[in-house]
């Protein structure tokens, strides 16, 4: 497991200093903006969430700021995002930090309305630059994809890895790289293995394969490819040729030859057989 971390860790760290998304609020230590684009991102991609943090952070530098204006006015800016339960409690967030200072909360943020687990999290991570993971969808795909990671059992495994994981990498760089990853790469549907940094250690990546690989083994598709490599490699082969060289019975090797010319790949001429060359 151990060396399965390493392998993650730096692959991880690599990939994301050459693929990641540039936000402006991705290097800001400001609570205040942390919690906009972290509520205005929920349930939204980040990209479409970006364009709403910006009207947002322009007329709501500050929490008093959006605590001195009207509901109404919130939920006016906030439409079209849906889900306008966020910004009514958003707007009841930015009454109570008018009063009471991020630095007063710090590091239980969870008594703002609408601040979970993971928001806290990521407020820690993000803003004060705690070694905490921002355990999100995303990140625990990830993790239960490449670690093998049973859904019941990941955070106890969070739980009990986490400062491993987060030695010698910044934590507002790891949430974030996971982040990028799972919602470009790692994706719950498709996930794109093939332009994976961790695919070579990944055990879901393994499996898979193996698997294919073994249905592939001693398949009619493989047949087909093996003797088509034969007539490829030599100018005429007869049947009996190909029954020799591959331990084919009779039967199989007339399907397979069968199925080639049915292709149109190869054809029999004068006793043998041969790849149709269109030129
Ligand atoms: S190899 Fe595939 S399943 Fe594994 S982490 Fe990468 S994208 Fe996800």
Known sequence: MTVNISFFKKELKKWYKENHRSFTWRSTTDPWK?????TLSQQTQLERANDFYKRFIDRYPTPQKMANDSKKEVLKLWSGLGYNNRAIRLHETSKILAKTSFKELYP???????????????LLSFAYGKKVIAVDTNIKRIFQRF?????????????????????????????????DLGSTVCKSKQPKCFSCPLEENCNKFITENNKNQQKFEGSFRQKRGLVLK????REKVTKQMIEEEL???NEVAGEVLDSLVRDGLIEFSRNKFIVINDN
């Open 108 to 122: 239980n943020f969870s008594v703002l309305p609408g601040v979970g687990s993971y928001t806290n999290s990521a």
């Open 147 to 179: 670690f093998k990671v049973q859904e019941k059992d990941i955070d106890n495994f969070i739980k009990k890895n986490q400062n491993l994981l987060l030695r010698g990498f910044d934590s507002r760089d790891f949430n974030q790289a996971l982040m």
């Open 247 to 249: 331990k084919l019975n």
């Open 34 to 38: 942390i919690l906009l684009i972290e």
């Open 230 to 233: 034969i007539l490829l490699s």
